[in-house]
């Protein structure tokens, strides 16, 4: 029986986040006291499709845990939220985890542990809960389930999405099927082997095909590059609790954007001013904030001053440099 169309599919990464709060990170050899610990659900795929969720978005999310405590976890808070949940679970084995030390000025460590078992397998997807969707967002972690999903979306005539940090193996493959590539700083020198950004992301563009490729800066926001001109948002100035789950909710503000069918500037200030608000809070999905709440940061907040505020929208102005 084919699945139920939805605005957004996720297929990528879960996990339960225990965060741990710190005066300042640990040096090597000391000893640390901290406070009780703080358990939450979190996840890059997992967490954007729950903010989308939250606002209106209607979701899927397609992933793999154990059968253990932190399975339900998951299970209770995608039940709570209305996110339909396509799980794929694995006896004996413990869903993934992470430890998340969080220093006085809200940035955050993170220690991943992923059992190999959990790594999503392409067999186990089912096609129609990708085509039923009208977007498909991926992390790229369980690369070979993400490349077929994405082609499935590419042959649907479904945007894809992708939330990337490291070149995967296998992941040039994945790229050839994204038209939204939204990656972290390092990424675009890490593909290319071009330093400078601009360019990067000029080359990124051209070699994958892409819509858009773009890079989020922290405090210095996100540049963007759509085959015509560089689109900069600068960071919102707020009081920053945690950074955990900052680049996951700026994904979602961009594909709420998407879906509404806003002009790609708006969404990149959606998207920042999304992350910020975040901030403002403990764990990855602790602050996310209404729609109306984000449009009034947009509306009257603060931005962090940046090298990029002077970058023209032209991309003459890159180009001239080169």
């Not at 413990?94 to 993170?110: F, M, W, Y």
């Not at 038209?179 to 330093?195: A, C, H, K, Q, W």
């Amino acid at each position: 029986m084919p699945e139920l169309k939805v605005d957004l599919v996720g297929v990528g990464l879960n996990a339960t986040d225990t965060l741990i709060p710190l005066a300042a990170f640990p040096e090597r050899g000391s000893k640390v006291e901290y406070s009780s610990p703080t358990i939450l659900p979190g996840g890059q795929v997992a967490t954007t499709v729950a903010a989308c969720q939250q606002w209106g978005v209607r979701t899927r999310y397609v992933g793999k845990l154990g059968d253990d405590e932190a399975a339900a976890l998951h299970r209770r808070e995608f039940s709570r939220t209305g996110v339909e949940a396509q799980l794929v679970t694995v006896p004996g084995c413990a869903s993934p985890q992470s430890l998340i030390l969080v220093d006085a000025a809200g940035e955050r460590t993170v220690l991943c542990r992923r059992d190999e078992r959990l790594i999503l397998q392409p067999t186990e997807l089912e096609r129609e809960w990708i085509v039923n969707a009208r977007a498909l967002h991926v992390d790229g972690h369980d690369t070979a389930a993400a490349t077929l999903a994405a082609r499935w979306a590419r042959e649907a005539g479904i945007s894809v999405i992708a939330d990337l940090d490291e070149a995967y193996p296998g992941v040039e493959d994945l790229l050839e099927n994204v038209d939204y590539l939204i990656v972290s700083r390092n990424f675009p020198t890490l593909i290319t082997g071009e330093p400078q950004l601009e360019e990067a992301l000029r080359q990124m563009r051209s070699h994958y095909g892409s819509v858009l490729t773009a890079a989020t800066l922290g405090e210095e926001g996100v540049l963007a590059w759509n085959g015509k001109q560089f689109l900069h948002a600068a960071a919102y100035r707020v009081p920053v609790v945690d950074t955990t789950g900052a680049g996951d909710i700026f994904h979602a503000g961009f594909i709420y954007g998407l879906i509404q069918g806003w002009p790609l500037q708006r969404q990149l200030d959606f998207a920042c001013a999304a992350a910020a608000l975040n901030c403002t809070a403990t764990g990855a999905r602790g602050g996310i904030a209404s729609v109306a709440a984000i449009e009034h940061l947009m509306a009257t907040g603060l931005r962090y001053e940046t090298t990029y505020n002077t970058l023209a929208v032209d991309a003459s102005h890159v180009l001239g440099r080169r």
